[in-house]
């Protein structure tokens, strides 16, 4: 799912946009699995990462730290548990044309039932 929104960088207009992914439990094949699912067609600039578990009950089973690379540098980690989780202070957030955009399990604690991730960026 995506929307868009307007704000500013460095004093300038920009066009903000998001989507989010979602990945159920049962896809994972434990810690180190990833899989690419998006090649941005403009050159892009993350600006922001928010994550939280994905239970239809509401109750936390765990949490599941998941980072973004592009198969060379590698996005801040986040930890998706019950509660959202934001970061907009990142590194490595600027993506080519292009260029692979993966996710990567790098921590599973308990027993999640999966995530959800929101990717805030604007093109650059």
């Known amino acids: 799912t995506g929307t868009t929104t307007i704000g ?6 920009t066009d903000f946009k998001e989507f989010s992914i979602s990945k159920a439990s049962s896809t994972w094949q ?11 067609s403009q050159a892009i600039l993350v600006t922001e990462i928010s994550c939280v578990e994905r239970d239809a009950n509401a109750v936390t ?11 060379t540098n590698h996005l801040d980690s986040i930890a998706c548990g019950y509660t ?10 600027a993506w080519n044309a292009d260029e692979k955009m993966r996710w990567v399990i790098k921590v599973i604690s308990g027993t999640p039932n999966g995530w959800v991730l929101r990717v ?3 093109v650059r």
């Open 30 to 40: 434990g810690t180190g699995t990833s899989s690419d699912f998006w090649y941005p």
């Open 84 to 93: 959202l989780v934001k970061d907009s202070s990142l590194t490595n957030a």
């Open 61 to 71: 089973f765990g949490t599941t730290t998941i980072y973004l690379t592009d198969g």
């Open 8 to 13: 500013t960088v460095n004093g300038l207009i």
């Open 120 to 122: 805030k960026y604007y």
